[in-house]
């Protein structure tokens, strides 16, 4: 029984667990807008909820909760991994980072420029950045799969080049799917954001005063018409990376409380994991507690009231086909092109252990776009819901297929290849 019991425990403990949730979601919403129940899950969807505060308030329909506000939270996490890489991970140093950053803005450009030549005219010309976006989650849950197969260099590869495209899709819903612009609540909610960069500086490290302040950024951003998530991954800027306690500090008391009572272990032991979590800074304080939140509750929430697309009268138009293309054909090609063509032309080099299928195999992970880019079709094609049906199609095809061809080449790329001793999951720290 140990044995038949063990491979699934495995898989349950591994980084896949969460894209696994994110699927089972998504494919219960598919079931059941195809169902007898497909009345009762659409008007789960469109239920009003409001939120008075004083003389005024929100009302929205739950749909519209779920990708404003609790998608905020992703956001917000998406706004700390990028500030966390760039301050101290992989883009830190712009010339190790190169291939990485190259590779993502391939990964943008080109899957873009086939949506739009999709759809060079029409009202389905607005979801040009449906196609742009990588779901970190579902991307390292598959890859994670192979286990130590897949060399170190690989994952860091995709999970560097998944935050810039992360970073690439929050500069396009900022600048592209923002309409009737409300200046003076923008400038609201900028004002805070610069109350939250002032608590930065200080190194205030309490994070309910940055939520708290995030909360009025969110509002004023909201009610400015640009999308609130946007508050929230400039909040994450603002959050201080700096610990709070240095290492050698943290040493001596350690020393000290052991000195003071030697035979009390269960104590000391408490005080360690109380001094640990208070010399984390703030900003991996608030990721660590996100994380587990985002992969799932927050992305399984967003799937179940996005995947849902019914069958009924729906056709695979000029936005699916452009959607699907973009992610399955743009994707890949515009990661290994351009990642090529930096290599050849000495700018940039590939990270040890990784091979040119290997990069290939990834390309087409990246294209598993799902979670992402049904929040940007979402913003895209507000109002139009053949459009938006279309979209969601074509995303959910291309990215099925998108994994399964990602899986299959890195499974025979990495099949050539030695095993990767002592690389365990733990050795990055990926998980959405």
Do not use: C
Not at 26 to 55: M, T
Not at 104 to 126: H, K, Q, S, T
């Amino acid at each position: 029984m140990r044995a038949i019991v063990r491979p699934f425990i495995e898989f349950w403990n591994s980084e896949a667990r969460g894209g696994f949730i994110l699927f089972a979601a998504a494919l219960a919403a598919f079931a059941l807008a195809n169902s007898a129940a497909s009345s009762w899950y659409f008007g789960l969807k469109e239920l009003p909820i409001s939120l008075n505060f004083g003389e005024g308030g929100l009302e929205k329909p739950l749909s519209s909760w779920v990708k404003d506000l609790l998608m905020a939270f992703f956001f917000l996490l998406v706004g700390l991994e990028i500030k966390r890489e760039i301050v101290q991970g992989e883009l830190s140093d712009p010339r190790r980072s190169l291939l990485t950053i190259l590779a993502a803005i391939g990964g943008m450009l080109v899957p873009a420029a086939i949506y739009v030549f999709v759809n060079a005219e029409g009202d389905g010309l607005r979801g040009w950045g449906v196609p742009m976006a990588t779901d970190i989650a579902f991307a390292i849950g598959v890859l994670s799969l192979l286990g130590k197969r897949v060399p170190l260099g690989l994952k860091v590869f995709l999970t560097a080049f998944a935050i810039v495209d992360d970073l690439g899709a929050v500069l396009v819903i900022a600048f592209f799917y923002t309409k009737g612009l409300d200046f003076a609540a923008l400038l609201v909610s900028l004002g805070f954001f610069g109350v939250a960069l002032l608590m930065g500086r200080a190194r205030v490290s309490n994070l309910f005063a940055y939520l708290l302040v995030g909360a009025f950024m969110w509002y004023f951003m909201l009610e400015s018409g640009v999308s609130p998530t946007v508050a929230a991954v400039l909040l994450a800027m603002a959050v201080p990376l700096r610990r709070a306690v240095g290492l050698p500090d943290l040493q001596s008391t350690l020393d000290e409380a052991a000195r003071k009572d030697p035979e009390n272990l269960e104590a000391e032991m408490d005080y360690l994991e109380d001094t640990l979590r208070n010399a984390q800074s703030p900003l991996h304080r608030l990721e660590r507690t996100l994380h587990p939140w985002s992969a799932y509750f927050i992305m399984p929430v967003f799937a179940f009231f996005n995947a849902g697309v019914s069958l009924t009268g729906a056709g695979f138009g000029e936005v699916a086909l452009g959607a699907s293309l973009g992610l399955l054909l743009g994707k890949p090609l515009g990661v290994f092109g351009v990642s090529w063509l930096a290599v050849r032309l000495g700018i940039a080099a590939l990270p040890e252990g990784v091979t040119w299928s290997m990069i290939l195999g990834a390309g087409f992970l990246g294209a598993i776009g799902f979670t992402m880019s049904l929040f940007v079709a979402t913003l895209a094609f507000e109002g139009s819901a053949s459009l938006l049906n279309q979209a969601k199609i074509g995303v959910l095809s291309a990215s099925v297929v998108a994994a399964l061809i990602g899986m299959g080449a890195l499974t025979w790329a990495t099949g050539k290849q030695p095993s990767v001793a002592g690389d365990s999951s733990d050795q990055l720290h990926t998980e959405h």
